[in-house]
């Protein structure tokens, strides 16, 4: 049994604040040690449950934060960025029989504790087929069309909530309660570790891969926060402009789908000005 973890930051223990995933920080180093104790409390867990194979994909900002060193020697990491499927690559290789998303947080436009879809501020919502949707929905799309279940999701409770929504299956740890986008109510990591150790332990029966779920085709909207970010993103081939900050895309897989979202994100992250925005 071989196991994919996919792991961002905002949803790990301790972490309510943009200086504690912001790399190079003080606040960052300190919270590193947290984040990587939450995923490596998850690869105890899955290999407790029977797992062959734990492979960790870091998925946060520079995808350089997670302290190697400190994982279970068992247990592998692929590091840094450009990748195929950023968040969940790994998954393409026909070799994984479950992901876990450990760390994430709800999508840009709801509530959570630094709730955001890919950039941290400048979208304000995505919807798939008119189903508003956060980086979990969207990459269970991706590893849904490789018969890859998601049997674990850690974050806050509202991150927890999202998940029923698109792994209603899956076992769910919230390490944190919501307050607000910058405040929630934390457990501490000695717990936290406890918690998401046993919840994969329980997790590992669920990796079977099933066949492939073909759920296309669909319609990826994005909405911005300034009109001009929706403008410089039709240079991406197929996007249009569907209202002075929205843009809209037909994908006929999310493996598509998800390779043009990064494209336009990259495209939207470049024209954004220091000051205004």
Known sequence: MKILISADMEGATGVTWP??????????????????????????????????????????????????????ERAEMLTGRHK??????????????????????????MEGVLAHTYLANQITGVWVNAVRASEGLLNAHVVAEYGVPVVLVTGDDLACEDALGYAPG?????????????????????????????????????????EPVAAGPFTIEVEFDAEHLSMASTVVPGVRRTGERKVAYDSETMYEGIRTFKAVTTIASAAVEEQYG
């Open 170 to 210: 899956a076992l769910k740890v919230a390490v944190k309660d919501h307050v607000s986008r910058y405040a929630a109510v934390c457990r501490t990591p000695a717990r936290t570790a406890a918690d998401i150790r046993g919840a994969a332990k329980e997790a590992a029966a669920l990796a079977v891969r099933h």
């Open 19 to 72: 200086a504690d995933v912001l790399p190079g920080t003080a606040q960052w180093e300190r919270c590193r040690a947290m984040f990587t104790s939450d995923v490596n409390a998850a690869v105890l867990g899955f290999f407790d449950g029977g797992a062959d194979e734990v492979l960790i994909n870091e998925a946060h900002w520079t995808m350089r934060n997670l302290l190697l060193e400190q994982l279970d």
């Open 84 to 109: 195929s499927l950023s968040m969940v690559e790994g998954v393409q290789h026909d070799d994984v029989d479950g992901i876990a998303f450990i760390g994430y947080h709800a999508g840009a436009g």
